[in-house]
């Protein structure tokens, strides 16, 4: 078993940047890839980023390739998304997602999912 726990969510101005936190209980961390993915209203939910079990393997879709950075810290059991030049159409509330062994695109092959975090980007 494995409980994330997303915080860094907030308002920030098109232009700026936001660091997201997700910490995972379980000793385990390390045998999981993890994801970010995100919902807006309205929406189906999107990948936004995945990190292999070592960090050695990071995958963007083109919609934030560039622009935002996932990593990890085995140490600590969390996993951040670094989103710089923020637009509006980022706005979405992001969760964070662990699943075994190789990270993937598809939010229905994760286990385990945080309660999420609301981001919002003004114009």
């Known amino acids: 078993q494995v409980q994330l726990v997303e915080s860094g969510g907030g308002l920030v101005q098109a232009g700026g940047s936001l660091r997201l936190s997700c910490a995972a209980s379980?000793?385990?961390?390390?045998?999981?890839?993890l994801s970010w993915f995100r919902q807006a209203p309205g929406k189906e939910r999107e990948f936004v980023a995945a990190?292999?079990?070592?960090?050695?393997?990071?995958d963007y879709p083109d919609s934030v390739k560039g622009r935002f950075t996932i990593s990890r810290d085995n140490a600590k059991n969390t996993v951040y998304l670094q989103m710089n030049s923020l637009k509006p159409e980022d706005t979405a509330v992001y969760y964070c997602a662990a699943r075994r062994w190789a990270q993937s695109r598809n939010y229905y092959e994760y286990d385990y999912w945080g309660q999420g975090t609301q981001v919002t980007v003004s114009s």
């Open positions: 990190i292999s079990r070592s960090g050695g393997t990071t």
């Open positions: 379980g000793r385990t961390f390390s045998m999981y890839a």
